[in-house]
């Protein structure tokens, strides 16, 4: 390997270093970050009504797919 790839592998390895320190420094657990995993929860926690068709469970197609 010369000494191009070996510097450019290194120098990602560095950004890979500096982007996972700085990524264990975040805190996750203030008010602004609760409120909004508070808002999702909410919106998402919404029951979802599926309206199926009435002629889908039919006799005739359930006798025809068995």
Known sequence: M????LGTMLFLLANVAVVVS????VNLNN???????HAQFA???????IELAAH?????YLAKAA
């Open 2 to 5: 010369d000494f191009f790839l």
């Open 22 to 25: 700085m990524l264990r420094r």
């Open 31 to 37: 008010d602004s970050v609760l409120a909004w995993e």
């Open 43 to 49: 919106v998402t926690a919404q029951p979802v009504t």
């Open 56 to 60: 889908a469970y039919q006799a005739t």
